[in-house]
């Protein structure tokens, strides 16, 4: 059985399978995607977002 003939008849044959794989990849990688570019807009802006300089402005309330 070649890989291809595999794949198909575990994902594609069944349309509630595919349907469910697709949802599934599409949800993981709007999650990856989302994780990523909030990384990388955190590294490229470090020191300029208010979650680095709260410590200097804000004070406990008490």
Do not use: C, P
Not at 1 to 6: D, E, I, K, R
Not at 18 to 34: E, L, M, N, P, R
């Amino acid at each position: 059985m070649s890989l291809a003939s595999s794949f198909y008849s575990t994902i594609f044959k069944r349309n509630s399978v595919y349907i469910a794989s697709v949802f599934t990849t599409a949800f993981a990688f709007g999650i990856g995607f989302d994780s990523g570019v909030t990384s990388f807009w955190d590294s490229w802006n470090r020191g300029k977002q208010w979650k680095d300089l709260r410590g200097k402005y804000a004070q406990d309330e008490e």
